[in-house]
């Protein structure tokens, strides 16, 4: 039978997706340099597939650091899917103008800019001819080899203004940049009557208009969902009668699928809300604490915590949707994480 | 030195012999258990000094320089710098929000404080001090090498000319 195959990967930098379509061709969404090795490495993974597309959902290292050798040795990449309204002006902005202060830090901060300038050169560069497309809800859904592929998020609108605030504050002074994840982009996996819902590091302003969109389209409720944000508080609505993307699931077998970002991520209240609305599959455990001290300068404060990597529990999760709508995931077996009923 | 030794005196008998000081007086409710406490007297210590009245006092334990990276809503990230490495952190943002530290890359500088309240109570606090306003920041380019330059003129062939 038929099948559409989801490989989640998570070494403690970030993530990774390949989409494997009934036809034997991949789609990448997003990639993270897989420092720790748990992830094999990305050429060797994606091997001689075709790859119907490469997508970086938004431009965050931990997201796609590892697109950039697939961009420029795979060879047979049939498209880039990003979702920025203007690469160029982005790009030259981020390189160009860096708030900077008269201070003893200075040179921390442009070491901070450089490696993010670096990553934005490094990626975008490697497009080179690859066609592109720019991806926005109002884009029509996409099909491959009997898939089909809604983008439910970011607004067009939303996209743009976000360049636009990027780049009026990148050139101002004093002024607090947006975050790229206000860029995410949300993607509905749509195959043999069920869906598989992508999140990236979506906000609730994100999904807010994603849950339009799925209800404008008439799609069923994802039985796949990939947590948006590592499970952050600021990606879930949790307020009493606010929606929130446990709306775009199905409540009778949705599957959530969480990759833990660092100290911060998973949020305990998202955490605990997801072991009640999903059956959770965790690709590291947040709630376990991440990798090295959580607080090494023994700052005594309320909430202060490091920014550490996630310890990773189960660097492999696979989720297969067949045609006739039943689905079958692996990689739940985490003996230690079951012990300690986690995942 | 002589000292004279007084005989012995039954405590009542003491008591009776002094007249009721000008201390508080203070009414106890007619509970049973305290039915027979009529008053109770409460005599001023004798040659007792008034305590004295202790200053907060304040110590610097230590001290980071560090900057604003992203506003993550409740928390903000940011980087300490501690023996001349980058730390990053997530830090609540309401006590750097109102010290004025609100822009992307602007410095500060904590200190750790011991805190001596006049109760004699130790506390331990943060304060945080913007290095620079917000106003203060100007453009710091990156260095624009060969290698540097020719991917921005690819990404420029590829995606268009930036806006400017």
């Known amino acids: ?343 | 030195m002589s000292v004279e030794v007084l005989p012995y005196a039954r405590r009542e008998d003491i008591l009776k012999s002094e007249a009721p000081s000008p201390g508080t007086t203070i009414r106890y409710a007619s509970h049973d258990y305290v039915r027979d406490i009529e008053s109770l007297h409460v005599r001023p210590a004798r040659d007792a000094k008034p305590p004295k009245k202790r200053q907060p006092a304040e110590k610097i334990l230590r001290r980071f320089d560090g900057f604003l990276v992203e506003d993550e809503g409740e928390d903000y990230r940011v980087v300490f710098i501690e023996d001349g490495l980058p730390v990053e952190y997530y830090m609540p943002s309401s006590p750097l929000r109102k010290a004025g530290i609100t822009a992307s890359n602007q410095p500060f500088q904590v200190d750790e404080v011991e805190i001596e309240s006049a109760s004699g109570r130790v506390v331990v606090g943060y304060s945080f001090t913007p290095m620079a306003k917000p106003s203060d920041a100007f453009n710091d380019a990156i260095e624009l090498t060969h290698e540097r330059r020719s991917k921005l003129n690819a990404i420029f062939e590829r995606f268009g000319k930036a806006k400017v």
């Not at chain 1, 202060?101 to 450089?114: G, I, T």
């Open chain 1, 1 to 343: 039978m038929a099948k559409l195959r989801f490989d989640f990967f998570e070494s403690a930098n970030g993530e990774t997706i390949i989409v494997e379509f009934p036809d034997g061709g991949v789609g990448i969404v997003d990639a993270h340099p897989s420092a720790e090795k748990t992830r094999p490495q990305i050429l060797d993974l994606v091997g001689k597939r075709k790859v119907h597309f490469v997508c970086l959902t938004h431009p965050h290292a931990d997201h796609g650091v590892d697109l950039i050798p697939i961009l420029r040795n795979h060879g047979a990449v049939h498209e880039f899917w990003h979702t920025n309204s203007d690469i160029s002006s982005f790009v030259y902005h981020c390189l160009t103008e860096r708030p900077n202060y008269p201070s003893p830090v200075r040179e921390f901060v442009n070491r901070l800019a450089d490696g993010w300038a670096d990553f934005l050169l490094d990626l975008y560069s490697s497009v080179r001819e690859l066609p592109e497309r720019k991806l926005h809800s109002n884009v029509q859904p996409i099909e491959i080899a009997g898939v089909r592929i809604w983008i439910l998020g970011p607004e067009e609108q939303q996209a743009k203004q976000f360049v636009e605030t990027y780049l009026k504050r990148a050139s101002g002074v004093g002024k607090l940049l947006p975050s790229p994840n206000l860029l995410s982009a949300i993607l509905g996996i749509e195959y043999g009557g069920c869906l598989a819902v992508l999140g990236s590091d979506a906000l609730k302003a994100g999904w807010n208009h994603a849950l339009e969109v799925h209800k404008a389209h008439g799609l069923p409720r994802a039985v796949v969902l990939k947590v948006p944000h590592h499970g952050a508080a600021n990606a879930l609505a949790l307020e009493k009668g606010r929606k929130n993307y446990f709306d775009l699931c199905s409540k009778q077998r949705a599957v959530g699928i969480l990759f833990a970002g660092d100290s911060k991520h998973p949020n305990k209240k998202v955490f605990d809300e997801l072991r009640t609305k999903t059956l959770l599959l965790c690709l590291s455990n947040g709630q376990k604490g991440a990798q090295g001290p959580a607080n090494p300068l023994n700052i005594k404060m309320p909430g202060a915590r490091s920014v550490r990597r996630s310890y990773v529990c189960q660097p492999q999760i696979t989720v297969e949707l067949s045609s006739d709508g039943s689905f079958k995931v692996d990689g739940i077996h985490c003996e230690e994480c079951l012990a300690r009923s986690v995942c």
